[in-house]
């Protein structure tokens, strides 16, 4: 036996060790082709004719560097790593308490919350987190929560995170901003029609060989693969996720938009979540064949939305949006009503905005045809446009002119996966500067009472929350807080105009990498992300001893600057800093 034992180990080895010579023998015949390649043939790099080989661990650790930057490297767009780890915990609803100290210590200037000498407990702090907007428009929205999805186009985004959000954001109760891709089938995600008054809705019902086919996948493999089946055996290939799987009545619907106004829901159904409907340059979703704007497509969509935003700008993209032509799939096209696989390119300037009064006259026609709230999306880099933009509104108002409702205030340090480097960071104020100029100026002419507030840019945690909130906002609007949630991991390789692919399946129209992302855990992830956040303001605010989140004020803040100067006067300090 022990015999036996030895031979065999004999074989082994004797067969391990040709192995290695083989495998030898051809790495180095390969590395001398690539030897003389790089420095004989090739004659695109120069450092590879000197440094055959080698000079290619260059390109290699350059390649690996962002994906890994985030690992290895202390945080240096945030205020430190904690904050990005505290989204990840609240997403999965893991403890969010730390030991001894902070990873990562900031020691910059910031913001910093006054304590209460009396503060309260958790359940003194009122639990109404609303937020009014349009108290002058027939159909007003009161939000459930301060927060906001901030605008992420179905297009930028794959369909399967657009369904997650929508989920998230049912389950938990916040807001979604359309973001200029429009409303699609994906915001339908949870909703359950009535078939008995589903004339807006194009229904594919069911047959009995794709019933069959539904119940062996879903017993052999799993419900995900057995419903992508069951759409490929009865939608067109092309269209298919413009359709949503509805598992009571076990068919696929999507809106029937040449259906009469009449046949749409006079409110919006229950089972959806808040939405913003965005309208950008481009006027998707809400134009006709000839790109005008069509009111009877805009009004239809606002029987599922609460509000329309004007997106004239943009944190980090102040000219029209983009999207890359792997990314305008049928599906997009479809929704959009664009040429399907070419670059899409909105102008840069919104078409009804050639002047102020251009711009608030058409916000008062889309007020008009849908009784509700509408508002616009700025960048701001310079208080006196933002003035004469203010006193337009004082004029039109004594005037009984239409104004906003609401504005939205995105920062110089907003993101996307597609934008100019000289326009990111390089156009615009930050998020606490760019408040407080809209705020002030606001309150100098008297319409702070008739125009909301929404602010957006590097809101993670919910102190980021409480100090915007503070320093005026009557909302916030968070983007990469929430696709951190929805399994975002910052590689920065979002899927746009340089051919990479994102590699979780949220900023992708890859079919691939959308296969392997998870709707409904995610889903399930965002909204825990949010109401850890909601945990986190109502904390925060026993602590400063502030009962309702609406008596938040500039008096709750301190400012301590880089060299140690405290400034307990929130207003002292933007006067000095700002001079407005």
């Not at 909130?469 to 968070?478: R, T, Y």
């Not at 109401?531 to 303001?537: D, E, H, P, V, W």
């Amino acid at each position: 036996m022990l015999e036996h034992l030895d031979l065999y180990l004999d074989h082994f080895f004797s067969y391990f060790i040709e192995f290695l010579e083989i495998t030898l023998v051809l790495v180095l015949f390969a590395l001398a082709n690539l030897f003389v390649y790089d420095r004989y043939v090739q004659r695109k790099h120069q450092l590879l004719i000197n440094y055959p080989i080698i000079g290619r661990f260059r390109y290699l650790f350059e390649a690996l560097r962002e994906p890994l930057r985030q690992y290895f490297a202390e945080e240096t767009f945030y205020e430190s790593r904690d904050k990005v780890e505290w989204v990840y915990k609240a997403a999965k609803n893991l403890p969010n308490f730390m030991s001894f100290s902070v990873s990562q210590p900031f020691s910059g200037s910031r913001f910093v919350i006054k304590h209460s000498s009396h503060v309260l407990n958790d359940d003194e702090v009122d639990g109404d987190f609303g937020v009014l907007f349009g108290k002058n428009r027939p159909i007003p929205f009161r939000s459930k929560s301060p927060i906001i999805r901030s605008a992420m186009s179905d297009g930028a985004l794959s369909p399967e995170s657009v369904r997650a959000f929508t989920l998230g954001a049912t389950l938990s109760k916040f807001t979604i901003n359309t973001g200029e891709g429009g409303l699609t089938s994906n915001y339908f995600f949870t909703h359950r029609p009535d078939p008995k008054n589903a004339e807006y809705l194009e229904i594919v019902k069911s047959t009995p060989a794709a019933e069959l086919v539904f119940k062996l996948v879903t017993f052999f493999f799993n419900r995900s693969l057995a419903i992508k089946v069951y759409r490929k055996l009865l939608l067109n290939k092309k269209t298919e996720n413009t359709y949503i799987y509805d598992p009571i009545s076990h068919s696929l619907f999507r809106v029937d938009w040449k259906a009469p106004l009449s046949a749409f829901p006079k409110e919006v159904p229950k089972d959806m979540p808040d939405l913003i409907l965005q309208i950008g340059s481009g006027l998707y979703g809400v134009r006709d064949k000839e790109g005008r704007f069509d009111e009877d497509r805009y009004e239809k969509a606002m029987r599922f939305c609460r509000m329309t935003e004007i997106k004239i700008a943009q944190g980090a993209k102040q000219t029209g949006g983009k999207l890359a032509a792997s990314k305008v799939t049928a599906d997009i096209a479809y929704y959009r009503g664009v040429e399907e696989g070419k670059d899409l390119i909105s102008p840069n300037r919104f078409p009804y905005a050639g002047s102020t009064d251009e711009l608030l006259d058409f916000v008062g026609r889309l007020q008009e045809i849908s009784k509700k709230p509408v508002g616009m999306k700025i960048v701001i880099s310079d208080a006196r446009s933002v003035e004469e933009m203010v006193q337009a509104m004082r004029k039109r108002k004594d005037e009984g002119k239409a104004i906003v409702d609401f504005v939205s205030v995105d920062s110089g340090d907003g993101g996307s996966a597609t934008a100019p480097l000289e326009l990111m960071e390089s156009v615009g104020l930050t998020t606490p500067n760019a408040l407080y100029v809209m705020d002030t100026m606001l309150r100098r002419y008297n319409l702070r009472e008739d125009v909301s507030i929404i602010s957006s840019g590097k809101i993670l945690a919910p102190d980021d929350v409480v100090i915007a909130l503070s320093l005026g906002a009557d909302a916030v609007g968070i983007a990469r807080g929430f696709m951190m949630s929805g399994g975002c991991i910052r590689a920065r390789k979002c899927s746009g105009t340089e051919g990479h692919v994102c590699p979780v399946g949220m900023a992708t129209q890859d079919p691939k990498r959308r296969a392997s992302y998870l709707v409904v855990r995610k889903g399930g992830e965002i909204a825990n992300y949010h109401s850890n956040l909601l945990k986190g303001i109502r904390t925060l605010l026993a602590v400063m001893g502030v009962k309702r989140i609406g008596d938040l004020d500039k008096k709750h803040l301190t400012f301590k600057n880089r060299s140690g100067e405290i400034f307990f006067d929130i207003d002292n300090y933007f006067h000095q800093k700002l001079h407005i």
